[in-house]
């Protein structure tokens, strides 16, 4: 039995409390965004839609369109390669450590925490130099870069769960460094994989800063064509509302259909093991 | 992570001969060698990018670079010095001050509570557990555009609290509590904040559900049934064992949510902008703003620093700390 300070009905009333303004912008969103042009006035805005009217979406959906595709092609490589270079990383840092390999750990967690603005300017620079500014791979390699802490600290954490004496049995049968990545820990870590994807998927997907500055116009993920939607002033904010639910559905959907792995990546990467 | 069962061939192998244990020797030393090299590329690639790129930030932040065309003269402490007597940058002081306090103290209080009760053997946890997180999977920017109608003072809730007769300003109140002068600016907690506190709430309270319900879970029943036996009511048992073995699991929350609202840019651009007067104005907006919209990137690199030492006086001790304890 777990602490009983309140009554039951109270935990309940509490909670719902809670849920109420947990749900109250997403009602005010999908009621919005759903609503025929003369209902869309701001004194009416809790009120549920006379008539249901998709025009919102249409209009949302025509201009921010592109900028969804730049984001997919900007997601798809990025997480994939992220979760790559983690997994080697993290192989190497839990079961081939060398002296320092901690140190070095540490030095490279530490990318994880600075405010990307502190980087920004010189990275803006390079990526001109190597002609990779405003364009998508040039977004991909930043987020493969800066991935690299959080991906390295969940395969890490999740290798060091792989029993020593696996890897060292393989090793008298004569597999080398990556036999054992390839036939041993890959296979392994399917899970890891799924948990660092989806992390890395919602990230990518959700980042604005360095999307809002190493692209312009035609090259812009979804998030900064969401920002300019609702920072325009002749779009209506049913169209913002649509476009909301528009930019936020593919992780909404991830977190619906595989919400458990979400939240362990969620705890992994804040708690080191 | 848990780890994963699976049984290989290779598991059930007999202890090997002293053959086989001089045999690989040399083939070990390959594969360390091997190793090494596998994470090279990582290493590099964040000595570049991470402490290469800040060391060049800084030098930047020393820097005439006031315009257009690069200027790498050296400036000294000038940049420095024009911020800390710059109204804007005193205000955004001010601001992130009392939005990571108010940002902070809110995750905990409704992160703890929200556990200790979907703790407590309800019926549809995983409903409210799911209500709780999603927010989480949105992006600020989301969230932001989404809140700045929820707050607008003009519609959004208050068309629900005018029925109750009140009416805040939300996120364009002007007033600074108690709002004594300071500097150039009125120090004090600046009302519209609040309004970007309960945004960033909404978005990052599950993070602390989670960590705590985890952390509930963690503590084993025999602890409570112990303490209750020795006739602990029921409030000292959480005060006195359960609260101080949650302990660590709110350092890493505070940790986590301070270098969060130290940094935050994209919630406060996306929601209110700097607002009048720089009332909810904060670094990460002014170095976007006077940087990238007005070239001004000896001043953006200066910004940068002080925002980074801010973090790091958080992360770096954590960090070494966490490091201790995990291996």
Redesign the interface.
């Known amino acids: 039995?777990?602490?009983?300070?309140v009554s039951?009905p109270i935990?309940?009333a509490?909670?719902i409390a809670?849920?109420l303004?947990?749900?109250?912008?997403v009602y005010?969103?999908f009621i919005?965004s759903i609503k025929p042009l003369d209902q869309i006035t701001?004194?009416q805005?809790?009120e549920l839609p006379k008539a249901i009217d998709f025009t919102s979406y249409k209009e949302a959906y025509q201009k921010l369109a592109p900028n969804f595709l730049n984001s997919i092609y900007l997601v798809i490589p990025a997480t994939i390669l992220s979760a790559l270079?983690g997994s080697?990383?993290g192989?190497?840092?839990s079961k081939?450590k060398?002296r320092g390999a901690?140190?070095?750990?540490?030095?490279?967690?530490?990318?994880m925490?600075?405010?990307?603005?502190?980087?920004?300017?010189?990275?803006i620079q390079?990526l001109r130099e190597i002609e990779l500014y405003n364009s998508i791979p040039g977004l991909v390699l930043v987020h493969v870069?800066?991935g690299?802490?959080i991906t390295?600290l969940?395969f890490r954490?999740?290798y060091a769960?792989?029993?020593t004496?696996?890897i060292e049995?393989?090793?008298?049968?004569?597999?080398?460094?990556?036999t054992i990545f390839r036939y041993?820990m890959i296979?392994?870590?399917?899970?890891?994989f799924v948990?660092v994807g989806i992390w890395q998927f919602?990230n990518i997907?959700?980042?604005?800063?360095f999307a809002?500055?190493i692209t312009t116009s035609e090259q812009q993920p979804i998030?900064v064509a969401?920002?300019n939607l609702?920072g325009s002033q002749i779009v209506q904010?049913n169209v913002?509302?649509a476009?909301?639910i528009l930019?936020?559905l593919p992780?909404?959907l991830?977190?619906?259909f595989l919400?458990k792995f979400?939240?362990?990546g969620?705890?992994?990467g804040?708690?080191?093991? | 992570?848990?780890?994963?069962k699976?049984s290989?061939p290779?598991?059930h192998?007999s202890k090997?001969s002293m053959m086989?244990e001089t045999k690989?020797k040399r083939?070990?030393i390959?594969?360390?060698v091997?190793?090494?090299l596998?994470?090279l590329?990582?290493?590099i690639?964040?000595t570049i990018?991470?402490?290469?790129?800040?060391g060049?930030?800084g030098y930047?932040s020393f820097s005439n670079w006031n315009s257009l065309i690069p200027d790498f003269s050296f400036a000294g402490l000038k940049n420095y010095a024009y911020l800390f007597a710059d109204f804007r940058f005193q205000a955004d002081l001010r601001n992130t001050v009392f939005f990571t306090l108010f940002f902070i103290m809110a995750v905990l209080v409704?992160g703890l509570?929200?556990a200790?009760?979907?703790?407590?053997?309800?019926r549809a946890e995983s409903l409210?557990r799911?209500?709780?997180?999603?927010?989480?999977?949105?992006?600020?920017?989301?969230?932001?555009?989404?809140?700045?109608?929820?707050l607008?003072p003009?519609?959004?809730?208050n068309?629900?609290l005018k029925e109750f007769g009140i009416s805040p300003m939300w996120y364009t109140s002007v007033t600074i509590i108690p709002g004594i002068e300071w500097g150039k600016i009125e120090f004090g907690v600046p009302v519209a904040m609040i309004a970007v506190v309960i945004a960033a709430m909404?978005q990052m309270t599950g993070?602390s559900v989670?960590?705590y319900l985890?952390g509930?879970r963690g503590i084993p029943?025999e602890l409570?049934e112990a303490a209750r036996i020795d006739g602990a009511s029921?409030?000292k048992?959480?005060t006195k064992i359960?609260f101080p073995l949650l302990m660590p699991i709110t350092v890493?929350?505070i940790i986590?949510m301070a270098?969060i609202s130290?940094?935050i840019?994209?919630l406060i651009?996306?929601m209110t902008g700097p607002g009048a007067n720089f009332v909810t104005d904060v670094p990460?907006v002014y170095?976007?703003e006077t940087?990238?919209r007005g070239n001004y990137?000896a001043n953006?690199?200066a910004?940068?620093?002080i925002?980074?030492l801010s973090?790091a006086i958080f992360?770096?001790p954590y960090?070494?700390s966490?490091?201790k304890?995990?291996?």
């Open positions: 039995m777990s602490v009983r300070i039951r935990i309940y509490i909670l809670f849920s303004f947990f749900l109250m912008p005010l969103m919005t701001l004194s805005m809790w270079l080697l990383n192989y190497v840092l081939w060398f901690d140190w070095i750990f540490t030095a490279v967690l530490f990318g925490f600075i405010p990307y603005q502190s980087i920004l300017i010189p990275l390079f870069v800066y690299i802490p390295t969940m954490n999740f769960t792989v029993p004496e696996m049995s393989a090793q008298m049968d004569g597999a080398g460094f990556f041993i296979p392994l870590s399917i899970i890891a948990v919602t997907w959700n980042e604005f800063l809002v500055t998030m969401l920002q609702s904010w913002q509302m476009g909301a930019a936020a992780t909404l991830v977190y619906i919400g979400f939240v362990r969620l705890l992994a804040s708690v080191k093991g | 992570m848990e780890p994963v699976a290989t290779l598991e192998h090997p086989k690989r083939p070990l390959n594969d360390r091997k190793a090494i596998c994470l590329p990582s290493i690639l964040i990018f991470v402490y290469g790129f800040i060049w930030t930047v409704a509570i929200l200790i009760l979907l703790d407590q053997k309800i409210f799911n209500i709780f997180f999603f927010p989480m999977a949105l992006s600020f920017v989301v969230t932001g555009v989404v809140w700045q109608w929820v607008n003009s519609t959004g809730v068309l629900i909404w993070f989670a960590m985890a509930l029943d409570r029921e409030f048992i959480f359960i890493s929350v986590i270098h130290l940094k840019f994209d651009y996306a990460g170095m976007f940087t990238f990137y953006g690199a910004i940068t620093m925002m980074l973090v992360i770096i960090l070494i966490s490091r304890g995990g291996s």
